[in-house]
């Protein structure tokens, strides 16, 4: 199975470019599902999910959308003492949607300040089996995490990694050059553009549009095809999230990818 899609579709300033002018936010995912057989939840990082909330994801794509869901920022990046209690809210919000055979991951994203070391090895150890039974996929921002050991650490937990399409700056495991493995049942890729100028660049309130600002090429598209149809022939389940998406070329560019993936001799 292959899976495109967007990294959130909750985007207003789309209408035009990617939704039509006139279509009401309440029918923008029901517009998506028909697009779109894949949807990254971005919306959770931001405040704790509920069983309500994922069900109505699944109600208003009518079942058309499987759905990897970003876990929450105070277990990941603002990590809270309660942790534990908030992993138990998080997985318990996420079971309702995977018992409507739509949860197809829970995406573990880190920052570039989540250091390897043993204290955070452990959390993250402890993090993962919270999860179980569902499938999870970690994206670290650091080079650090990219290791043999990890790689053994995270097949144990049946836990996939994150193949990030990402400027080659310092400290990013850029897929390609940090040569990123598939782990498990999932084959992860999330294209976040390659915009090194401006990954550091902006505040606080701009910093994901300025960094996020990329456009791929057809050329830079087609690169990927390899990578996906070679996890495809593995047997794992092959998801493709499109995070560039200032502008709406994120949703343009899942358009043409989507296109080159069924087009004859592929």
């Known amino acids: 199975m292959i899976l495109v899609g967007t990294s959130g579709y909750d985007h207003p300033e789309l209408r035009g470019v990617f ?3 006139k279509l009401q936010r309440k029918d923008f995912l029901l517009f998506y599902s028909t697009k779109f057989n894949a949807c990254e939840i971005n919306s959770t990082f931001y405040g704790m999910p509920d069983s309500k909330r994922m069900i109505s994801f699944y109600e208003r794509s009518e079942g058309r959308v499987k759905f990897s869901v970003k876990m929450t920022r105070t277990l990941t990046h603002e990590i809270e003492r309660n942790w534990k209690e908030q992993a138990d809210d998080f997985r318990e919000a996420c079971v309702a949607l995977a018992e409507k055979d739509s949860l ?15 204290e955070n090895r452990f959390y993250l150890a402890n993090l993962l089996k919270s999860m179980e039974p569902l499938l999870c996929v970690v994206e670290f921002r650091h080079k650090e995490w990219i290791k043999p050991s990890i790689f053994e650490g995270l097949a144990a937990r049946n836990t996939g990694i994150v193949f990030c399409d990402m ?4 400290n990013l495991p850029d897929g390609f050059s940090s040569g990123t493995p598939f782990i498990g049942k999932n084959a ?3 294209l976040h553009g390659r915009n090194a100028q401006g990954w550091y660049a902006g505040g606080a309130s701009s910093k994901d549009t300025v960094r996020y600002d990329y456009e791929y090429s057809e050329n830079e598209l087609r690169s990927f095809i390899p990578v996906v149809k070679k996890a495809e022939n593995e047997g794992r389940v092959v998801q493709v999230y499109f995070n560039n998406h200032p502008k709406g070329t994120g949703f343009l560019n899942a358009i043409s990818f989507k296109q080159m993936l069924n087009s004859p001799g592929c």
């Open 167 to 170: 400027p080659q700056l310092k």
């Open 188 to 190: 992860y890729i999330r």
């Open 104 to 118: 197809s991951s829970v995406l573990v994203q880190f920052p570039e300040s989540f250091h390897y070391t043993v």
């Open 19 to 21: 939704y039509p002018e």
